[in-house]
């Protein structure tokens, strides 16, 4: 144990000494080169050491100096700024101050601005939820794609965590969005999938049991902001049992996504 | 008079000097042999329009890490693992992680003498989480008077699961890292998290605090 310590800290050390040679090269980033080139209209934009309010301006590009785009992060720009013939600049500049840029022929920009109208136009999104599955605990991970503005498809798997029992469960669904538009979204979904049920280990043994399901449930979306989206949700699931009755399992859940 | 017939003396030799300078190049004109075509050549527009889309985004990061995980009960042992993180905003990212170590022995199993409350396979654990971040102070961070580093400290909570003892348990954890970003690509980490989780492994149904200190470092893309 201390050996394998020992080595993880010389190989900590050895990269934190080899980054100022790293510093240029990110092997992640070999085939992003699209490095546009605009124009500043305000009288300046602002840099700062690093993508973030908390990082420190210090330089300034001034109205009509052309900059070099490299990248983005969250909603930061690194810039690179041409002072003489060979000396350059490169600081990270807010989307608020990027939004009055120009390209070279003089024509704004279009950035990209998430609001509401973003969210209710929204294409794809992820999430997760946490909640209690008959008595049991249940995470769910989805993914979903808005056909139209009124119809989402979703994937989702959870893991199903109880004192007795722990499983698995896959589905496929449908929402339906009444009234993609508003704030809070209310939607209406239906799904099928299949849900994989063992029995804890200190528990006394008994079979693995795999079903399929079908359910059906409500709930809702509520833009925060940004990309964040906050969701509950209720589902009654019916396990399609082998046995003579179907059982019935109620999900209450409750989590959030981001789109994109 | 004079003046008279000199204005039209002078408008004469202007209306003639006009007819001689202009007429060759209308004759020209109208002649079509003598046209001298330049060579037609259509210039496209440069497409310069400018699409931030193709600009080369780094929201995601991905790393590994290496630490202590100390097990309530079982004492402390190495952690290792891998975790990826999406920043949604400068303030908040999502992040997923996934870590594994071995469970030691309990007092009562050393006590005892020989009594073993788990087999080697249940003494292997491993956990995943899903949190939610909050970057609370951005900044830089000074090493002597020239050095400085962009980094900050970060609150992080989440939900997830332990294999513990050959059961999966559903498991809260709340943290608190620092992030050093030693370039725009690659950053340094440095977490305390708690594990949190219930088990009846010894007897009765107990929350378990479970305390993970862990260093790794981490590339931006």
């Keep these: ?260 | 008079m004079e003046n008279r017939l000199q204005h039209i003396f002078l408008s004469i030799c202007l209306l003639v000097v006009v007819l001689v300078g202009f007429t060759p190049t209308t004759q020209a004109a109208t002649d079509p042999s003598a046209l001298e075509l330049e060579p037609l050549v259509v210039r496209e527009p440069e497409r310069r329009k400018i699409d931030i889309d193709r600009l080369d985004t780094e929201d995601w990061e991905v790393g590994v890490f290496a630490g202590l995980m100390n097990v309530e009960d079982f004492g402390t042992d190495t952690l290792t693992g891998v975790r990826i993180a999406y920043h949604v905003t400068e303030d908040f990212f999502v992040e997923a992680q996934y870590g594994m170590t071995d469970l030691g022995q309990t007092s009562f199993e050393r006590l005892s003498g020989g009594a073993q409350l788990l087999t080697d396979d249940q003494r292997e654990m491993s956990y995943y989480n899903l949190s939610v971040g909050y970057n609370v102070f951005p900044g830089e961070s000074f090493i002597a008077s020239r050095w400085a580093f962009k980094g900050g400290l970060y609150v992080i909570a989440g939900i997830g699961s332990t294999d513990f003892a050959g059961d999966e348990r559903f498991t809260l954890n709340v943290g608190l890292g620092y992030r050093l970003i030693a370039t725009d690509w690659l950053a340094f980490h440095f977490n305390v998290r708690d594990h949190i989780f219930d088990s009846d492994l010894l007897g009765r149904e107990e929350t378990l605090h479970n305390i993970e200190f862990s260093g790794g470092l981490t590339i931006f893309f």
């Design chain 1, 1 to 260: 144990m201390t050996r394998r310590l020992t080595s993880g800290c010389i190989a900590l050390l050895g990269l934190l000494l080899a980054t100022p040679a790293l510093a240029v090269y990110n092997p992640l980033n070999l085939l992003q080169n699209y490095q546009p080139e605009v124009v500043v209209s305000d009288p300046y934009v602002e840099m700062h050491t690093g993508p973030g309010r908390g990082y420190p301006i210090f330089y300034v590009a001034g109205q009509g100096d052309a900059i070099t785009l490299l990248k983005q992060r969250t909603d930061w720009f690194k810039i690179r700024l041409a002072r003489g013939a060979h000396r350059t600049k490169e600081g990270w500049v807010h989307i608020d101050q990027m939004r009055h840029t120009l390209d070279l022929d003089g024509n704004p920009i279009e950035f990209v601005d998430y609001g509401i109208d973003s969210f209710s136009g929204r294409r794809w999104e992820m999430g997760i939820t946490g909640g209690d599955f008959e008595g049991a605990a249940a995470i769910t991970t989805y993914v979903g794609y808005a056909v139209n503005p009124y119809i989402t498809l979703q994937i989702e798997a959870s893991q199903i965590l109880g004192d007795f029992s722990d499983g698995s469960m896959f589905g496929a669904n449908i929402l339906m969005y009444p009234f993609p538009n508003w704030r809070v979204s209310p939607y209406f979904t239906i799904g099928t999938g299949i849900v994989e049920i063992e029995p804890q280990t200190t528990i006394v043994q008994a079979e693995d049991r795999r079903d399929e399901i079908a359910h059906a449930g409500v709930g809702a979306n509520i833009y925060l902001s940004d990309r964040f989206i906050l969701r509950f949700e209720y589902k009654r699931h019916t396990v399609l049992t082998s046995r003579d009755d179907n059982e019935e399992i109620d999900q209450w859940k409750t989590g959030f996504s981001i789109f994109f």
